[in-house]
């Protein structure tokens, strides 16, 4: 069974025969506005907004349940919430409360196995650990032909509570998924333990035929629609993929890549997964203007927005930036004239980047709040007054967004204003660390400017009691008592 997917006809009940089609899908293959919506919730998963990254990939993955990033990311949401929540009772009351839809997925399993996917994540998304939602979520999606779907599940359970029926579906599972080698190693272990079991027997052998088959390419020669050739052709590829997946690359090894990637694309200009590859190839060798004429023959190539590829373009522009600035001779008489105008560049393109997609994305606090932080550093105040009033909306913001508005005050001598936006926002920070550490100093700072010298040093003894060799405030305390 193929991993992409092929169509099957499963047998319900009497007189009813269900076609599923249901391959497992890439990023790029689902359509541009879930692929959006999956940036952005990944973007909310990023800022810790749980509840929402869930409720977004949870659309998501109606619409098109064999997107297998997304589900990716759920199972990672679901386990953060989780980790963050956590707690007993609310993991027991959590699984009692479940047993209803567990009774309802398995009704689903018979009738319509993609419901019984969407019924284990409502499941998982309050109790990620529930071993029986992953083992119906792995038994539905393998009945629609999405075995990488399965094979997330059933390796979770495999982890938690290790059995022979989990190991035997997830070394099929893998093995359908083109990662034979990783199943058959499951397999054999298992193999050891039950040396006697003749199912064990059976799946271990069938999965090392299909590991040989498909690394040796053997499958289109069987079927005539093959060559020796192609299997010497693929072993090259195989080798060149492998070569792709290391985390570091030489540059001898990304110059070859990019050599290979460069020549298919000559004969699949079209191709947009080469060209984002030949842009990443290109900026890693430094070769910034290369790899954004990449990135731009991408988005002509779509017509559309796609925020990864935005976030892509702009970090290869700040790359850029920096390489410049590094280039720059340090004994140069113009060193800090030719530094200082880089520098103003990278500042004057990360405002205006930030502007575009504020625009698109008007309702995202998040992108509302580095606008601020942009206008900030560029010195433009009252523009950043107004978008980190609007980022405090943002529940994982607020307190950051609060201590930017006090520091906007303090700039513009409104010094009042300044310590009571602090105020409040150390009333909400309940964990003293160095964010509150930083407010509390910050407040003492306002504080001395305001004249009001005994109410600023309570400010920084309370950072002294905790943490002497925070900024100056040794310095600040001790002169405070020399004083007295």
Same mark, same amino acid.
């Given at each position: @069974?193929?991993?992409?997917?092929?169509?099957?006809?499963?047998?319900?009940?009497?007189?009813?025969?269900?076609?599923?089609? @249901?391959?497992?899908?890439?990023?790029?293959?689902?359509?541009?506005? =879930?692929?959006? &919506?999956?940036?952005?919730? #990944?973007?909310?998963? &990023?800022?810790?907004?749980?509840?929402?990254?869930?409720?977004?990939?949870?659309?998501?993955?109606?619409?098109?349940?064999?997107?297998?990033?997304?589900?990716?990311?759920?199972?990672? $949401?679901?386990?953060?919430?989780?980790?963050?929540?956590?707690?007993?009772?609310?993991?027991?009351?959590?699984?009692?409360?479940?047993?209803?839809?567990?009774?309802?997925?398995?009704?689903?399993?018979?009738?319509?196995?993609?419901?019984?996917?969407?019924?284990?994540?409502?499941?998982?998304?309050?109790?990620?650990?529930?071993?029986?939602?992953?083992?119906? #979520?792995?038994?539905?999606?393998? $009945?629609?032909?999405?075995?990488?779907?399965?094979? #997330?599940?059933?390796?979770?359970?495999?982890?938690?509570?290790?059995?022979?029926?989990?190991?035997?579906?997830?070394?099929?599972?893998?093995?359908?998924?083109?990662?034979?080698?990783?199943?058959?190693?499951?397999?054999?272990?298992?193999?050891? $333990?039950?040396?006697?079991?003749?199912?064990?027997? +059976?799946? /271990?052998?069938?999965?090392?035929?299909?590991?040989?088959?498909?690394?040796?390419?053997? %499958?289109?020669?069987?079927?005539?629609?093959?060559?020796?050739?192609?299997? /010497?052709?693929?072993?090259?590829?195989? $080798?060149?993929?492998?070569? %792709?997946?290391?985390?570091?690359?030489?540059?001898?090894?990304?110059?070859?890549?990019?050599?290979?990637?460069?020549?298919?694309?000559?004969?699949?200009?079209?191709?947009?997964?080469?060209?984002?590859?030949?842009?990443?190839?290109?900026?890693?060798?430094?070769?910034?203007?290369?790899? #954004?004429?990449?990135?731009?023959?991408?988005?002509?190539?779509?017509?559309?927005?796609?925020?990864? =590829?935005?976030?892509?373009?702009?970090?290869?522009?700040?790359?850029?930036?920096?390489?410049?600035?590094?280039?720059?001779?340090?004994?140069?008489?113009?060193?800090?004239?030719?530094?200082?105008?880089?520098?103003?560049?990278?500042?004057?393109?990360?405002?205006?980047?930030?502007?575009? +997609?504020?625009? +698109?994305?008007?309702?995202?606090?998040?992108?509302?709040?580095?606008?601020?932080?942009?206008?900030?550093?560029?010195?433009?105040?009252?523009?950043?007054?107004?978008?980190?009033?609007?980022? &405090?909306?943002?529940?994982?913001?607020?307190?950051?967004?609060?201590?930017? =508005?006090?520091?906007?005050?303090?700039?513009?001598? @409104?010094?009042?204003?300044?310590?009571?936006? /602090?105020?409040?926002?150390?009333? %909400?920070?309940?964990?003293?660390?160095?964010?509150?550490?930083? =407010?509390?100093?910050?407040?003492?700072?306002?504080?001395?400017?305001?004249? *009001? *010298?005994?109410?600023?040093?309570?400010?920084?003894?309370?950072?002294?009691?905790?943490?002497?060799?925070?900024?100056?405030?040794?310095?600040?305390?001790?002169?405070?008592?020399?004083?007295?």
């Amino acid at each position: @069974m193929p991993c992409a997917g092929a169509s099957i006809e499963v047998d319900f009940w009497p007189g009813n025969r269900y076609d599923f089609h @249901m391959p497992e899908k890439s990023l790029t293959a689902i359509p541009r506005p =879930l692929r959006e &919506q999956y940036e952005k919730a #990944l973007a909310a998963l &990023q800022r810790q907004n749980f509840d929402y990254a869930i409720a977004i990939l949870e659309q998501v993955l109606l619409k098109e349940p064999g997107f297998y990033a997304g589900r990716e990311a759920l199972r990672a $949401t679901q386990v953060k919430r989780a980790g963050n929540k956590g707690g007993f009772l609310k993991k027991m009351f959590g699984t009692a409360s479940n047993s209803p839809l567990l009774a309802k997925g398995q009704i689903a399993l018979r009738t319509n196995p993609v419901d019984a996917i969407n019924i284990a994540e409502q499941i998982l998304n309050g109790d990620p650990n529930n071993i029986a939602a992953h083992k119906m #979520l792995a038994e539905a999606a393998l $009945t629609v032909d999405l075995p990488r779907t399965a094979a #997330l599940s059933l390796e979770f359970a495999f982890r938690k509570s290790p059995d022979r029926d989990v190991a035997i579906k997830l070394g099929k599972a893998l093995s359908q998924c083109g990662q034979s080698e990783k199943g058959e190693k499951i397999l054999a272990e298992l193999a050891s $333990t039950f040396p006697n079991d003749p199912e064990i027997g +059976r799946v /271990l052998k069938n999965v090392s035929a299909n590991r040989t088959m498909s690394e040796g390419g053997y %499958e289109a020669l069987e079927g005539g629609g093959g060559s020796y050739r192609d299997i /010497l052709k693929d072993k090259h590829e195989a $080798t060149t993929l492998e070569q %792709e997946k290391r985390a570091m690359k030489s540059d001898d090894v990304a110059g070859q890549l990019l050599a290979d990637c460069e020549a298919r694309i000559a004969r699949e200009p079209g191709n947009l997964r080469l060209l984002r590859s030949a842009a990443e190839l290109n900026a890693q060798k430094k070769q910034f203007d290369k790899a #954004l004429e990449y990135y731009n023959r991408i988005t002509a190539g779509e017509g559309t927005s796609d925020p990864s =590829l935005e976030r892509a373009i702009a970090e290869t522009t700040v790359k850029k930036f920096e390489h410049a600035l590094a280039q720059l001779d340090p004994a140069a008489p113009d060193h800090a004239e030719q530094a200082a105008r880089i520098n103003a560049e990278r500042v004057a393109y990360e405002l205006e980047e930030i502007k575009k +997609r504020a625009e +698109r994305y008007p309702n995202d606090l998040a992108i509302r709040f580095e606008l601020g932080e942009r206008y900030f550093k560029a010195g433009r105040i009252s523009e950043a007054i107004s978008e980190f009033q609007k980022a &405090q909306n943002n529940p994982h913001k607020r307190v950051q967004a609060m201590s930017y =508005l006090g520091q906007c005050f303090a700039r513009r001598g @409104m010094n009042d204003l300044a310590a009571r936006t /602090l105020q409040n926002a150390i009333k %909400e920070k309940l964990t003293f660390d160095d964010e509150k550490k930083e =407010l509390i100093y910050t407040l003492g700072c306002v504080l001395e400017k305001m004249g *009001k *010298k005994e109410e600023a040093i309570e400010q920084f003894k309370l950072i002294y009691e905790s943490d002497i060799g925070y900024k100056d405030v040794a310095a600040k305390v001790d002169s405070y008592y020399s004083g007295q």
